[in-house]
Antibody, heavy 125, light 106 residues
Framework: QVQLVQSGAEVKKPGASVKVSCKASGYTFNTYAITWVRQAPGQGLEWMGW????????KYAQKFQGRVTMTTETSTNTAYMELRSLRSVDTAVYYC??????????????????WGKGTTVTVSS | EIVLTQSPGTLSLSPGERATLSCKASQIVTSTYLAWYQQKPGQAPRLLIY???SRATGIPDRFSGSGSGTDFTLTISRLEPEDFAVYYCQQCGGSWTFGQGTKVEI
């Protein structure tokens, strides 16, 4: 079945970096994009950015520009999200999700149809 | 950036009742870019509705979406016990954004 399996929980010190992985299975990896969404404790969902697996094109939320890098490794069907210069407010659950882009003449549907279970990142001194 | 404002913040209802959730955008949102997600405690979000009104695979027909422009609505016709959760609207135009969520509680 289609699934995204994320890496395990991380504990980092302020100023460090974290790299979260998201391994896809059950579908052709390069026919969908991957997006990353985070959720701080007790808070709502926050979009971080997305990457086209097909051509590597990325779009990041302005808030994270310069601090986040999203990549993919097609040989292993894995997407990665690296966040640098961590601070305590980055403590959150980080989700990857598959993005479907479906033609809907003359526009496109965009939606996140498959989600990973999330990776907890704790930033604490 | 398009801001999505959901109301009410919390909806207190009983099983069998109808739930109407609102999502208002600060600018016009292309309908094909508007989706709704359900999230239960400790779980990842789940896609319910895409393109403002199309149900995702496996979603019961008691869930329906409507709206266009800046006003969108998610309706749950008859609440089942498993429907009590937090619901988010989300748009994919330019910089993607989520609403702040509506909690549907018993």
């Amino acid at each position: 079945q289609v699934q995204l399996v994320q890496s395990g929980a991380e504990v980092k010190k302020p100023g460090a970096s974290v790299k979260v992985s998201c391994k896809a299975s059950g579908y052709t990896f390069n026919t969908y994009a991957i997006t990353w969404v985070r959720q701080a404790p007790g808070q709502g969902l926050e979009w971080m950015g997305w990457i086209s697996v097909y051509d590597g094109d990325t779009k990041y939320a302005q808030k994270f520009q310069g601090r986040v890098t999203m990549t993919t490794e097609t040989s292993t069907n894995t997407a990665y999200m690296e966040l640098r210069s961590l601070r305590s407010v980055d403590t959150a659950v980080y989700y990857c999700a598959r993005v479907a882009v479906v033609a809907a003449n003359p526009s496109f549907y965009y939606y996140m149809d498959v989600w990973g279970k999330g990776t907890t990142v704790t930033v604490s001194s | 950036e398009i801001v999505l404002t959901q109301s009410p913040g919390t909806l207190s209802l009983s099983p069998g009742e109808r739930a109407t959730l609102s999502c208002k955008a600060s600018q016009i949102v292309t309908s094909t870019y508007l989706a709704w997600y359900q999230q239960k405690p400790g779980q990842a979000p789940r896609l319910l509705i895409y393109g403002a009104s199309s149900r995702a695979t496996g979603i019961p027909d008691r869930f329906s979406g409507s709206g266009s422009g800046t006003d969108f609505t998610l309706t749950i016709s008859r609440l089942e016990p498993e429907d009590f959760a937090v619901y988010y609207c989300q748009q994919c135009g330019g910089s993607w954004t989520f609403g702040q969520g509506t909690k549907v509680e018993i």
